[in-house]
Structures are given as structure tokens and as C-alpha cells.
């Protein structure tokens, strides 16, 4: 069974601070990650995506791919109360369109 | 341009009752999905539409839930002899075809079983 798992947190952080999420997941044909955010009764929003090894960086965002650890991080650098929300990570297969989201990462910036 | 919507926002029901929960995806998107969301849980997918036809509906949990797509655009999630443990938000995504395009979502409905 295909598994992403992360840290439920919640995670806190002050203003200004970089904030670090993780992911692991299970299934090694993982091709595609993504980090959605969610606020409280919200629906996801999409703020990245990583295919390849390495980092990705979009403003104060940074993604991490490790497929040999099987292993996704996103930094937050300055931390924004805005910024206060859950994230869940996902993961889906080659060529595929289902996505399998861990159970997400509730991070709080403190002012 | 407007993004996914879903109707209603709300529904809440009584145990045994049957549902339908509508999306109207993102105008031009092929690829629709269904997701439900439980309280404290990452959405877990349910079914994915290609144009009109189902091309995965592996996530649906028993024969009791169905979606279709009739025009390839609207899609409606149908929910037969609901239980209590169906309550949870469902999602609907879409987007632009398929596979690593990124999926959109709608604000969801929050459905309750009595």
C-alpha cells in the first residue's frame, strides 16, 4: 500500500524564523511530490512541486527530493503569520493521476 | 478565469438517505478527480474522470458510491444508503489533462450523515 507520512505537528515557529516540513513516503515508483496548503476549512492550494532530486526554490519557498532516502522536504524561510496552516505532502506514480497525501503538518508562526 | 465549484457547500442528511454532490470543474480541464477528506486526514482519492469516461475508480470505497461525467465537463458524486461514516468533506479537482498536471481543487462539501 502506497504511504506518505508526516509529522502531524503542530509545528511552531516564531516570525521570521525558516520552518521545515518533511515527508517520507513508501512506494519507490513516487514520481511527482507536491506540497498543498490548507487552511482551516479550506480547500488545498498547490505552492510547489518537485519531479527531480535536488531543490526547488520559488520565493520563500524551497522543496527537497531525495529518492534514494524517499524523503520530500519543504523549507519556509521567514515564516509569515500568514503562513500559519497545514501542509500536506503528495506523491503519485509515474504517468499517474492519483495523488496519495500524507496526513499533513499543522504549522503555526507565532508573531 | 473562475475556478472549481462545487454545490452545495454543505449537506447534511440522515442515515439511509442518498445523496448527490455536484462539480463543475475548471473550464477546459479534461482530467477530474474526487477526493474525500475525513477530520485530521490527508484527502484520499476516490475516482479519476478522463473527458467522460471513468479511467480510474479504484479509490471508491463499495458499490454504494458512483460519479459520473456525462458531457466530459460536470461531474456528479452519487451516494447510495448513506452511513455515519461517510460524513467527511469531499473534493473535487480537475486539471488541464492529466498525470503531473496540477490538480486544482474546489472548496469541497461538507457532508454530514445523521
Known amino acids: 500500500q502506497k504511504e506518505v507520512e508526516q509529522n502531524s505537528g503542530p509545528l511552531s515557529v516564531p516570525e521570521g524564523a525558516i520552518a521545515s516540513l518533511n515527508c517520507t513516503y513508501s512506494?519507490?515508483?513516487?514520481?511527482?511530490f507536491f506540497w498543498y496548503r490548507q487552511y482551516s476549512g479550506k480547500s488545498p492550494e498547490l505552492i510547489m512541486s518537485?519531479?527531480?532530486?535536488g531543490d526547488k526554490e520559488d520565493g520563500r519557498f524551497t522543496a527537497q527530493l531525495n529518492k534514494a532516502s524517499q524523503y520530500v522536504s519543504l523549507l519556509i524561510r521567514d515564516s509569515q503569520p500568514s503562513d500559519s496552516a497545514t501542509y500536506l505532502c503528495a506523491a503519485s506514480g509515474a504517468g499517474s493521476y492519483q495523488l496519495t497525501f500524507g496526513k499533513g503538518t499543522k504549522l503555526s508562526v507565532i508573531p | 478565469g473562475a475556478g472549481v465549484s462545487q454545490t452545495p457547500s454543505n449537506k447534511v442528511t440522515e442515515k439511509g438517505k442518498y445523496v448527490e454532490l455536484r462539480c463543475d470543474p475548471i473550464?477546459?480541464?479534461?482530467?477530474l478527480y474526487w477526493y474525500r477528506q475525513s477530520l485530521g486526514q490527508g484527502p484520499e482519492f476516490l475516482i479519476y474522470f478522463q473527458g467522460t469516461g471513468a479511467a480510474d475508480d479504484s479509490g471508491l470505497p463499495n458499490d454504494r458510491f458512483f460519479a459520473v461525467r456525462p458531457e466530459g465537463s460536470v461531474s456528479t458524486l452519487k451516494i447510495q444508503r448513506t452511513e455515519r461514516g461517510d460524513s467527511a468533506v469531499y473534493l473535487c479537482?480537475?486539471?488541464?489533462?492529466?498525470?503531473?498536471?496540477?490538480?486544482?481543487f474546489g472548496p469541497g462539501t461538507r457532508l454530514t450523515v445523521l
Open positions: 473550464s477546459g480541464h479534461t482530467a
Open positions: 518537485i519531479y527531480s532530486n
Open positions: 479537482a480537475s486539471s488541464l489533462s492529466g498525470a503531473t498536471d496540477t490538480q486544482y
Open positions: 512506494d519507490r515508483g513516487s514520481q511527482s
